[in-house]
């Protein structure tokens, strides 16, 4: 007789593919006080500005930093969805522009406790996201932590953000080693693009890339993506202190320029790999976690 994981992970590997034109983005970093969740927050606004729907998805439910930088305390989160009879609607926040946003909070740890129903509630319900973006951001909590890594591996597009600090560096590279390493990744599946930030210029942006994709490609065969460089800017940091967006706050700082030059970016690049959507990736992300 099946017990209620062997059943799920039945349900499922039977499931049909879910169609999807949404895009979904995971921003993660090696370790904390990278500026990963500004990075995440400002490319959302910047996205929205150049014509995209977009949803931020806050799976860091040890922070919620999203939610600070947007300066709204959402009402319900992942959790109220699961088990209280909420719909995904009823979960969405309204942070600036009218980017819509969700907190993880405490229902990203409760994943693997869902009875089949609920596993099959909470991927229509986000299947729905997907019908009402064109971007799906979500940002990680910080780290190697199984939490983080079983995010990143679930996901197709990986945002990983950086520092010139010798430790953000080498914390960077731990976690491209730990998801080599997982059973779960695959190198065919996954496109890695990086940001630096904090950095004095484009070009030492660009230099601490180069470092950091060829020690990936030569002790992990990975290849990495450059997506751009964030200059340090003061705007960012007053930006913090009000709980607002720089790219709201100071259009026209540095740090707001660098970002909108990313986000277009982004945009510009052919995805190698099909769109699946935040469903599919949940579904996935699910049977990372039932096969522990």
């Known amino acids: 007789m099946m017990d209620q994981a062997e059943e799920l992970r039945s349900i499922l590997k039977r499931q049909n593919p879910i169609k999807s034109n949404a895009r979904v983005i995971t921003v993660t970093s090696g370790k904390g006080g990278v500026g990963k969740s500004n990075i995440s927050v400002n490319l959302a606004i910047t996205l929205k ?16 930093n999203v939610e600070v930088l947007f300066g709204v305390v959402p009402q319900y989160n992942l959790a109220d969805l699961m088990y209280k009879d909420k719909g995904i609607k009823d979960i969405l926040s309204k942070g600036p522009l009218e980017i819509e946003f969700i907190s ?3 229902g990203i740890q409760e994943l693997t406790n869902l009875s089949i129903d609920q596993v099959h509630y909470l991927i229509q319900q986000l299947g729905e996201i997907d019908e009402l973006a064109d971007v799906i951001i979500i940002d990680t909590g910080a780290g190697i932590s199984n939490s983080v890594l079983e995010f990143v591996i679930a996901s197709s597009e990986i945002l990983l953000v950086t520092t010139p600090e010798p430790t953000s560096i080498t914390d960077s590279y731990a976690l491209l ?10 190198k065919e599946l996954a496109q890695i693009k990086v940001i630096t930030n904090r ?3 484009e070009n030492e942006g660009r230099e ?4 950091l994709s060829t020690v990936s490609k030569k ?9 751009g460089a964030v200059t340090y800017d003061l705007n960012l940091q007053k930006a913090v202190m009000e709980q607002r967006p720089v790219t709201m706050l100071y259009e026209n700082s540095n740090a707001s320029q660098d970002i909108n030059n990313i986000a277009k970016r982004i945009l510009d690049i052919e995805i190698q790999t099909p769109k699946k959507g935040i469903a599919q990736m949940f579904s996935r992300l699910i049977k990372l976690k039932l096969t522990k």
Do not use: T
């Not at 601490?208 to 470092?211: Q, S």
């Not at 002790?219 to 997506?227: A, G, S, V």
């Open 49 to 64: 500005r150049l014509g995209k729907r977009v949803i931020v998805f806050d799976a860091d439910f040890g922070l919620a």
């Open 104 to 106: 993880g909070g405490s």
């Open 177 to 186: 080693k730990a998801l080599n390493r997982n059973k779960g990744f695959s």
């Open 199 to 201: 950095v004095s210029s």
């Open 208 to 211: 601490i890339f180069n470092k």
């Open 219 to 227: 002790f992990l065969d990975l290849d990495l993506e450059f997506m």
